[in-house]
């Protein structure tokens, strides 16, 4: 239950710190088009893996 716990932190934690960069760089531009692109699609992928880890931990599927 720990480890699942653990995993969905982590993976809400990534999220959310590739949503500050990807703000950050939208106040005062700082990355490449390409990182830009890249920093996003983490960012969802990361936010996307988060909540389907955390039904797993809440509902056991």
Known sequence: MLNSLLIVTLFLGTGFILSLVQDGHLKKPF??????TLVSFGSFSFFLLGTFASLK?????
Not at 31 to 36: E, K, V, Y
Not at 57 to 61: E, K, N, R, S, Y
């Open 57 to 61: 931990f809440l509902f056991g599927f």
């Open 31 to 36: 990355l490449s088009r390409m990182a830009f």
